[in-house]
Each structure stands twice: as structure tokens, then as C-alpha cells.
């Protein structure tokens, strides 16, 4: 063990030496021994993700109640999908998910980011760390149901609303055809919000001062310093922000079930509820598989520009 | 730097704001759920006779104790699995560099967008047909094959940067792979092992769709499932529904109090990361 | 970019698989499922002497049925429940699912049609004919009946039984009635209006009525002014999904533009599309609403939570002459596969015959027991709840004004096409003839796949 410890502490863990380090290990043929420390792994992601994820995508092509006989309808799953309003409708719910689960965390991030940025190693900021991200810490269900309680004709929403004077606006904000959607989408930014303002503060700390200094000498105001400094700076975190808001918005589940169950009408119905549906309660197993093939589709189609767009190619 | 009066004080307001804005729903949640049961109180009122009853009301209704050992026993199934495999991988991944790791990688990011609706269907018929239906198995096996993708890149990153040199000096002292492997790279990895464990045991403990969809009895579930069981059993029941929610939330929450910074580093990490 | 092209690779990996996949063939099994026949009984079955646990799956926020199983275990030790309870819209999307991979001994069924066609039910004719259920007055277990394999409902096998039967009506607050002057009951449509109109006036709630979530509650009060104007037998064809049936008819048009009126003139509860069941009973309770559409399983708790200022009358017909109200067994069932079939039918037939478990029936469930027409009814107090229900009761069967509910027609009907669009019509984004034309569209397609 002697020789170890001399490479734990003498030698740096990157630069060339470490490079031919590596490549020295690959000569030496560990290849069949490497199989077997990432077998188990491999066989529990194709058991349990991989081989369901084809079986998908082959329901999509049937017609199939789960448990007698099902016929082969070809793409006819996917033609309802889209031509049928109650599940193409789902689609467009989520999409105006995104708006509230990520635009709402992300500007609204951004600008108290930006504003608490100079006090962020203060007392007060480091409390705020640990209270912001309670929302994250909690099931999802559980903040549904809070929400679903402040959201009622008497809760705590209404009370406020009335208490400033808007009395007339208050509703039962959850079971209203306009309002249910945006009340939904006011949970899952509450959710999120938290955690885009810690990643974009965590972000800004990282930033240069030397880049703010230089803009102050060059007579540049707050505003002119966030737009080109920092929020350009802040590529690759505004990235992961609306990656995983996006990702929460499309895949949406445990909120709506908990809150509005889809309804009212189909205002607030999302896919991953109707695959749910329609595969245990319409007995639908072939519609939910296309709609969650769609749906798996569109996660990726919206996630990699993003990923593309902000990531700096390491 | 030169930080300005108004400008310090802006900030601490909109951090103060920002902070009731996330505790108030928790506040409200308790006043409610300290009212007499089965009446409607209004959204934050502090009731004339509280009622502390209620939560022993709602751990009793709820069998919280079954319920905390169900989510115990599933994270213990789960958690040290996963992080085994993950590091396994990672490990032969990252470091061995073994053959074909590009397309065993990539095979891994595949699933790291995937929703869990993306496959619940199928799981659901492939659990039955195992027989495993109703039992905490049905969650803890799909939930480690799902925990790999994310496991994997997260390990891996880490090993990537760990030099050769190490596994060498450890093979020139006489050990093979495998106690280079537990020796020498598991205790080194153990700052990033750890973040994982915060990570997953959070998201087993929150998994909710897994938990209705595959198990029916609320005692086998984990806790964020049982709630919604709780829910579905107790609704109409408005202040005790807040209790049992509040006693549903109060073990992550002790867990992360505790843990803070650990949390908060492995939250930022892991979506940075992923 | 060589990225960028590997994950081209995985993917067309992925697509490859999935295509051999399904070219392997469908998930489902192939050829005829076996349609369940009963096996012919020679004795009657008990619980034996072993100790036996009975699962159950019951509704959440009714007693009765637990009251029954307790009361059941008190006279035979040997038997424990286990009792799993849910909402009933919870019931209703789980119940295909539980029945075929989790089978409960005894089950709070919703609508029975698909479960039947899907063979998850027990085919009970064995045990009717060794009980004697074929000899109780045949309105009781009508709704119930079914040929093996589905079809059509009203005559066949029978998949479910009742733990007792219901009657719907309007309950009345009586205290506000007396503030507008209502001494009696209204016994034709125009005195119903009137009543509404008078509670408006005085700035009482008239009609507080659930309609939220996933039960559409307004579905009570529709289906009442269906039958109000036109004749009980067309809607229960449709209900039943005998061929032809249809629910846009002219009489419905006019009831549900006689809602649609209501809803305008604000005699209901501004939140009724927020409010669920229960919120619904704790507003009426404290006095907040002077009518409220509901069945007979309230009057046992209506008359120990408000004990005298609670009325019922069955809803008026238009003219007054007949009466009709939804009536309708507590519909249970034991699955296909359930491990204790024979104690599960014991304790169906406990239920109707046995005095300790008639008097829970009425006193608890507020609703008739099921049996043979002579059996010994439980005494029930005068001016109570229990008491106007029951008779109104006896007066339906005797003008055949018995009707399954518009929600049983089909297993989807009521939680996609009913509920949504009755929440549509309250919210003004539907019309009293677009609803009727909607739900009947979606009736034809779900009984026609």
C-alpha cells in the first residue's frame, strides 16, 4: 500500500499524466472483467426500463383490453391521438404547463437571483437556502393537496384576494373551466421556483467580478449588466432550469391526480394522466401506449435542442 | 465591491418575501389541521379550541407506523442496490474504460428524459405476470432499473476524472479488480456516493405513480403513495386530511433539516449534472 | 456531432426492437374467453367453523356496510374482514383492475356492464336458486340481471346483489321551508318552482347540489325532471342499453332545458362546480341550502345530525299525477375469483333475512332491506327522515316508478360524458339540447366497441 499512498498524495488528478494513466489501464485487457461490474446494471435497466419501454411501443400497435384477445390496428392508435380532442387536448395542456412550470420559475429566478445576488453569503441567504428548497424535499402529492385546500372558495387565496380589496375576483380557483389550468400551473411553479433561484444564484457566484467591475467603470446600469453579463453567463444553468421544468410540465402526474383529477371538463387533463386512464380505467391498453410513446417523443424532441442550445460542449 | 443600501435592502426583502411565500401554504396546512373535524374552516384561522387530537387521529387512521416501515423497508431495498449497480457501472464505465462503453453510455442516457408514464403500462403487466403485483417488490425492482441512467452518468462523472495511476500502484500491491474497486475507488467516491444516496432515497420516498399503479394496499406503499390513498379515504375530511399531510410530509423534512447541506449540494449537483 | 450520430444509432436500435416486437404479435391471448355458468348448488353455502378473513372493498363515508360486517362477525367469531375503503370514483377505476388481479370477497360495484362482459363477477344464479333470492319481488334484482358474456341489462343471470334499496328524492330543510311559507311538501312541478323562486327571494341558497370533481351530482336533479316529464320505462331502456335506446328524446329536451333554467335563474349554490359529496352534506347540515338532491342512504344520519327539521318528498311529476325516482339496489359483488365466494354469498343472504341486520339496514342505512315481500320490517319512528323515505318507497313500487341511475348506463358514461358536460352546462359553455346530443353520442360509442 506504500506505493499507493505516494499516488494519493504526490500526483496531480489531471493534466497528461493522468491521461497516460488511463490509456496504460486499457492495455492491460481488463475488458471481459470491466462486463462484469456493469452487467448487473445493464440487466436491471433492460428488465425494468428498456424491455417495457419496447413492449410500449408494441401495445401502440394493438387494440387491447388486458386481458382477452387483441387485434392489430396498425397506426390507428396514433391517428385518435391526434385527431381525437380529449387526448390531443391533453397535449396542449401541458404545453401551456410549460409556461407557468418554467416560465415562471426561470424569469421569475432570474430577476430575485440577480436581486439577492450581492447579499448571497449573508446569514439571511444561507437560512433562504435551506427554506427554499423545502418545496423540492416534499412529495409532490403532498404540495397538491396543500394547494388544493388554498385554493378553495374559502381558503387562504380567496381570503387574501378579499383582504386587499379584490373580493369580487375570488373563486373556486381549482374547479373554474378558465382557471383550473393556470391553478395547476401556479402549484408546479411554486414547486419549482426554489430551485431555479438556488441553481441561477449558485450560477451567478460563479461569475467573474472583474466582468461586473469593467461594466460599472464603463457607466453600464443594473439592467445593461444583467442582459449582457450575467444572463449569458448563466448559459448553462438557465439550461438545466428549463430542462428539468419542462421535463416536470410534459410529464406532469402527481398534481393534477391530486388536485383536479383532470377536470374540470378536460381543462386540466395532462398525458401522463391520460395514459393512466386509459390504460387502467378506459381498459385502453393500445390508445395509452401510442399516447405515451407520443409523449416520451416529445420529451426528447423539446429537451435536446435545449440541452444543444445552452450546454458548453466539454 | 461596493454594495448599495437600497440595494441590500431590496434583495433581503424579495428573500423574505420569496420565504413566506413558500411556508405560508405549510402554516396554513398546520392551522387547519388543528380545527374540530369534518367542518371547513377558512383558509388561515387559528382555531378557538385546538385540536391536537387530530393528528393522533390521523396517525392512527392512517397506520402511519405501517406506513413509515413500508417507505423504510422500500428505500432499504432500493437504495443500497442501486447505489452497488451504479457505482459498479459507473466504475467500469468511467475508469475500466471498458469495450463498447460509448454505446453502453449512451444506452444509459436514454433514459435519463424518460417518463415514468413512458413504460407504466407494460411494467404493470410484466409485474403481474411475475406475480409481484400488491407487493413492496413491485416498487423496489422497477424503481432500481429506473434509478440507473441517472446513477450511472452520475457515477461515472465522477470516476472519469479519478487517475490510473491508483488502480495501478493498487494492482502493483497485488489486488485485482475487484479489491482496487472496494480498496482503493468505493472510499474515494464516497462524497459523490453519498449525494447519490440523499438523491435517490428522496425521489423513492416521494415515487408516487409506481406506488398506486402497482400496489393497491396503502400498507406496502411508500408514504407519498399512502398519501394518496389517505386522500382518497379521508378527503372529505378536510382537518384531518391536513394532518395526516403534515405527518406525511414530516419525515423528508426531518430528514432534510438534518442533512442540509448535503441536500442542497446534492440537489444543485444532480440537476446540473443531469 | 459524432455524438449527436451515436445517439441516431440508439435510437434506430430502439425502433428496430420495438418493430421485431410487434411484429411477434399482440400482448392479449387468443380464442374465446370461457363465459362463467354457475355451478349448480344442492346446499346452502356457510362460513363453516375455520376462521375465515373475508376481504372486502368498500365505499368511504358510508357506515352501513361496515355496520353489516361487524355485526356479522359478532354473531360468527369465526369470520374477520378486512375492509379496504376509497371514494366511489376511486371504486369505479379501480374496479376492473382489482377485480381481474387483486379479487376482493365482496365489492361496492359501480356500473356492472363491462365487469360482466369482461367475466369478473360471480355468476350468482347458483346461489339464488339455493337461497330463494329467485322468490323476492323481481324489482329488487332486476338492474342486477345480465346474460352471461353482457348484452343488454334487465333480465339474465344475476351478477350482483343488494345490500339494500335506495330511494331518491329531494330532502328538504324544514326550517328555512318555514320561512317561505312552504307548510307541505309540493306535489307538482309549478309548486317546486314556486319554491325556488320564494327561497331566492328571501336570499335562502335554493338548491345546494354537488357537481364537482369526478361525480357530476346535477345528474340527480336532471334525471328527476327527465322522469317528471316524461315516463320512467324509456330511460331505464337506456340505461339498460337495449338496442335503440336512445336519451335525446323530446321529453328529456324539455327537462334538461328546465335545468338549464334553474341554473340561470341562480337557484343553485354558486360553487356547486367545486363542491364534492361531502362538502355538499356539511352545507345542507349547517343550514345553508333549503333543497338538496339525494338519496334515502342520508336518512339515518340526517336524522341523528338534524334530528327533526329534515324532510323528504320523491320529486313531483309535472302534472302531479305519478311519481317516479331513481331506486336502486347497493349494488355488490363477489369476483370472479375470489377465494371465499361461498362466505361472501352467506353474507348477502344474512343481510336480507337476518332481524339484527334489517334493522341496521333502515335505522343505519336509511334504506329498505332487501328480501321477500312478508319479511319483518324494523320499526321506525314517525316524522322521522327514515320514515317519509321508506313510504315514499312503497309508493314508488306501487306506480312502477322504479329507475336505475343515468350514470349506471355504461362504465364511462358518467365520469367522461355526463360529469364533464353537466359541469359545462352550469358553467354556461353548454346547451340544454348539446348536452343530450353529446352524452348520447358517446353512449352509442361505448356500447357499440
Not at chain 1, 11 to 18: D, E, H, N, Q, S
Not at chain 1, 59 to 66: A, C
Given at each position: 500500500?506504500?506505493?499507493?499512498?505516494?499516488?494519493?498524495?504526490?500526483?496531480?488528478?489531471?493534466?497528461?499524466?493522468?491521461?497516460?494513466?488511463?490509456?496504460?489501464?486499457?492495455?492491460?485487457?481488463?475488458?471481459?472483467?470491466?462486463?462484469?461490474?456493469?452487467?448487473?446494471?445493464?440487466?436491471?435497466?433492460?428488465?425494468?426500463?428498456?424491455?417495457?419501454?419496447?413492449?410500449?411501443?408494441?401495445?401502440?400497435?394493438?387494440?387491447?383490453?388486458?386481458?382477452?384477445p387483441s387485434p392489430w390496428v396498425g397506426f390507428d392508435n396514433y391517428v385518435r391521438v391526434f385527431t381525437d380532442p380529449e387526448l390531443s387536448g391533453t397535449i396542449v395542456n401541458a404545453f401551456q404547463l410549460i409556461v407557468f412550470f418554467s416560465g415562471i420559475p426561470v424569469l421569475f429566478g432570474l430577476a430575485i437571483a440577480a436581486t439577492i445576488r450581492r447579499i448571497a453569503t449573508s446569514r439571511l441567504a444561507a437560512v433562504a437556502r435551506v427554506v427554499l428548497f423545502v418545496p423540492q424535499v416534499i412529495p409532490l402529492v403532498a404540495a397538491g393537496i396543500t394547494w388544493s385546500w388554498l385554493m378553495a372558495s374559502d381558503g387562504l387565496v380567496n381570503q387574501l384576494l378579499s383582504a386587499i380589496g379584490l373580493g369580487g375576483v375570488t373563486r373556486a380557483w381549482l374547479g373554474?373551466?378558465?382557471?383550473?389550468?393556470?391553478?395547476?400551473?401556479?402549484?408546479?411553479?411554486?414547486?419549482?421556483?426554489?430551485?431555479?433561484?438556488?441553481?441561477?444564484?449558485?450560477?451567478?457566484?460563479?461569475?467573474?467580478?472583474?466582468?461586473?467591475?469593467?461594466?460599472?467603470?464603463?457607466?453600464?446600469?443594473?439592467?445593461?449588466?444583467?442582459?449582457?453579463?450575467?444572463?449569458p453567463s448563466l448559459r448553462q444553468e438557465i439550461g438545466v432550469c428549463v430542462t428539468v421544468t419542462v421535463i416536470a410540465a410534459l410529464a406532469s402526474f402527481d398534481i393534477i391526480y391530486i388536485a383536479t383529477q383532470g377536470g374540470p371538463g378536460n381543462t386540466t387533463m395532462v398525458p401522463g394522466l391520460e395514459i393512466y386512464y386509459q390504460a387502467f380505467v378506459e381498459r385502453q391498453v393500445g390508445v395509452a401506449s401510442a399516447l405515451a410513446v407520443v409523449l416520451v417523443v416529445l420529451v426528447l424532441v423539446c429537451v435536446l435542442p435545449i440541452q444543444r442550445l445552452t450546454r458548453e460542449q466539454s | 465591491m461596493i454594495v448599495g443600501r437600497r440595494e441590500a435592502w431590496t434583495g433581503r426583502a424579495f428573500l423574505v418575501l420569496l420565504m413566506l411565500v413558500t411556508i405560508v401554504p405549510f402554516v396554513s396546512l398546520f392551522f387547519t389541521a388543528l380545527h374540530p373535524s369534518g367542518t371547513y374552516p377558512a383558509g388561515l384561522d387559528w382555531p378557538s379550541q385546538p385540536q391536537w387530537s387530530n393528528f393522533v387521529t390521523a396517525f392512527d387512521a392512517a397506520h402511519m407506523g405501517e406506513l413509515l416501515t413500508s417507505s423504510v423497508l422500500i428505500v432499504l431495498g432500493v437504495v443500497p442496490v442501486s447505489l452497488l449497480l451504479a457505482t459498479m457501472a459507473g466504475f467500469a464505465v468511467g475508469h475500466l474504460r471498458m469495450v463498447g462503453r460509448r454505446p453502453v453510455f449512451l444506452m444509459f442516457v436514454l433514459g435519463l428524459t424518460l417518463p415514468y408514464e413512458g413504460i407504466i403500462t407494460p411494467l404493470y403487466y410484466q409485474v403481474r405476470d411475475m406475480g409481484l403485483l400488491n407487493s413492496r417488490w413491485a416498487i423496489i425492482l422497477p424503481l432500481i432499473g429506473l434509478f440507473m441512467p441517472f446513477g450511472v452518468f452520475w457515477m461515472r462523472a465522477h470516476f472519469v476524472n479519478v487517475p490510473g495511476e491508483l488502480s495501478e500502484a493498487a494492482q502493483i500491491d497485488g489486488a485485482n479488480t475487484w479489491q482496487q474497486f472496494w480498496r482503493v475507488h468505493v472510499p474515494l467516491a464516497m462524497p459523490a456516493i453519498s449525494s447519490l444516496a440523499i438523491l435517490l432515497f428522496l425521489w423513492t420516498w416521494n415515487q408516487f405513480l409506481l406506488a398506486i399503479v402497482l400496489v393497491d394496499d396503502p400498507a406496502k406503499r411508500t408514504m407519498a403513495g399512502a398519501l394518496g390513498a389517505f386522500q382518497g379515504q379521508w378527503g372529505t375530511d378536510i382537518p384531518l386530511l391536513c394532518a395526516g399531510s403534515l405527518l406525511v410530509l414530516a419525515p423528508t423534512l426531518i430528514v432534510f433539516l438534518i442533512f442540509q447541506r448535503r441536500f442542497v449540494a446534492a440537489l444543485l449537483q444532480g440537476s446540473l449534472k443531469g | 456531432m459524432r455524438r449527436h450520430s451515436y445517439r441516431r444509432t440508439a435510437l434506430g436500435l430502439v425502433v428496430l426492437a420495438a418493430t421485431l416486437a410487434s411484429a411477434c404479435g399482440g400482448p392479449g391471448e387468443s380464442g374465446p374467453q370461457s363465459t362463467d355458468t354457475a355451478a349448480a348448488l344442492t346446499e346452502k353455502p356457510t362460513c363453516g367453523k375455520e376462521p375465515v378473513t373475508m376481504s372486502a372493498y368498500f365505499e368511504t363515508g358510508f357506515p352501513m356496510p361496515k355496520a353489516?360486517?361487524?355485526?356479522?362477525?359478532?354473531?360468527?367469531?369465526?369470520?374477520?374482514?378486512?375492509?379496504?375503503?376509497?371514494?366511489?370514483?376511486?371504486?369505479?377505476?379501480?374496479?376492473p383492475r382489482v377485480l381481474a388481479d387483486d379479487p376482493p370477497d365482496l365489492m361496492r360495484l359501480p356500473q356492472v356492464s363491462e365487469l360482466v362482459k369482461d367475466n369478473l363477477l360471480k355468476n350468482l344464479d347458483g346461489y339464488a336458486k339455493v337461497f330463494g333470492w329467485d322468490s323476492w319481488p323481481a324489482s329488487q334484482l332486476e338492474q342486477l340481471r345480465m346474460k352471461p358474456g353482457g348484452g343488454a341489462r334487465g333480465e339474465g343471470s344475476l351478477f350482483a346483489m343488494g345490500l339494500n334499496f335506495s330511494v331518491t328524492g329531494v330532502l328538504y330543510n324544514k326550517t328555512l321551508a318555514e320561512r317561505i311559507g312552504m307548510t307541505s311538501a309540493p306535489t307538482t312541478l309549478a309548486e317546486f318552482d314556486d319554491a325556488l323562486a320564494k327561497a331566492k327571494q328571501a336570499n335562502i341558497t335554493p338548491i345546494v347540489q354537488f357537481n364537482g370533481g369526478a361525480t357530476g351530482g346535477f345528474a340527480f336533479p336532471l334525471q328527476n325532471l327527465m322522469a317528471s316529464f316524461g315516463e320512467p320505462g324509456p330511460i331505464n331502456d337506456w340505461i339498460f342499453q337495449k338496442p335503440g335506446a336512445t336519451i335525446d328524446t323530446l321529453s328529456n329536451q324539455k327537462a334538461a332545458q328546465h335545468l338549464a333554467d334553474w341554473i340561470k335563474a341562480g337557484y343553485f349554490d354558486r360553487d356547486a362546480n367545486a363542491m364534492d359529496y361531502a362538502k355538499m352534506m356539511s352545507k345542507f347540515q349547517a343550514g345553508e341550502g333549503l333543497f338538496m338532491f339525494n338519496g334515502d342512504w342520508e336518512s339515518g344520519n340526517l336524522d341523528k345530525q338534524m334530528p327533526g327539521k329534515v324532510g323528504f318528498f320523491p320529486f313531483p311529476a309535472e302534472k302531479g299525477d305519478k311519481v317516479a325516482a331513481m331506486s336502486a339496489p347497493l349494488t355488490f359483488g363477489i369476483a370472479a375469483n375470489a377465494k371465499h365466494a361461498d362466505c361472501?354469498?352467506?353474507?348477502?343472504?344474512?343481510?336480507?333475512?337476518?332481524?339484527?341486520?334489517?334493522?341496521?339496514?333502515?335505522?343505519?342505512?336509511?334504506?329498505?332491506?332487501?328480501?321477500?315481500?312478508?319479511?319483518?320490517?324494523?320499526?321506525?319512528?314517525?316524522?322521522?327522515?327514515?320514515?317519509?323515505?321508506?313510504?315514499?318507497?312503497?309508493?314508488?313500487?306501487?306506480?312502477?316508478?322504479?329507475?336505475?341511475?343515468?350514470a349506471n348506463a355504461t362504465g364511462a358514461i358518467y365520469a367522461k360524458s355526463w360529469t364533464p358536460q353537466l359541469q359545462k352546462l352550469f358553467a354556461g359553455e353548454q346547451t340544454a339540447d348539446g348536452l343530450l346530443k353529446s352524452v348520447q353520442s358517446d353512449y352509442e360509442d361505448q356500447v357499440g366497441s
Open positions: 500500500m506504500s506505493t499507493l499512498a505516494s499516488v494519493v498524495e504526490g500526483r496531480p488528478a489531471t493534466g497528461p499524466r493522468a491521461a497516460r494513466g488511463a490509456r496504460r489501464g486499457r492495455r492491460r485487457g481488463q475488458g471481459w472483467v470491466a462486463w462484469l461490474f456493469a452487467a448487473p446494471a445493464i440487466v436491471a435497466y433492460t428488465l425494468f426500463v428498456l424491455v417495457p419501454l419496447v413492449r410500449t411501443v408494441q401495445y401502440s400497435f394493438y387494440e387491447w383490453d388486458g386481458i382477452g373554474d373551466f378558465a382557471t383550473a389550468l393556470p391553478a395547476v400551473g401556479v402549484i408546479g411553479a411554486w414547486v419549482l421556483l426554489g430551485l431555479c433561484t438556488l441553481l441561477l444564484l449558485a450560477g451567478m457566484s460563479k461569475i467573474d467580478p472583474a466582468l461586473y467591475e469593467a461594466a460599472r467603470i464603463d457607466g453600464a446600469g443594473p439592467l445593461r449588466e444583467f442582459f449582457s453579463i450575467t444572463v | - | 353489516l360486517t361487524d355485526k356479522f362477525s359478532a354473531q360468527f367469531p369465526n369470520v374477520k374482514w378486512e375492509v379496504r375503503e376509497d371514494q366511489f370514483a376511486v371504486i369505479t377505476q379501480n374496479a361472501a354469498a352467506f353474507f348477502l343472504d344474512w343481510v336480507a333475512t337476518n332481524a339484527d341486520a334489517r334493522e341496521i339496514a333502515v335505522a343505519v342505512g336509511g334504506s329498505h332491506p332487501m328480501g321477500p315481500a312478508d319479511a319483518p320490517m324494523p320499526e321506525v319512528k314517525k316524522g322521522t327522515v327514515t320514515a317519509e323515505t321508506l313510504a315514499a318507497g312503497a309508493a314508488i313500487s306501487q306506480d312502477n316508478g322504479a329507475m336505475d341511475f343515468i
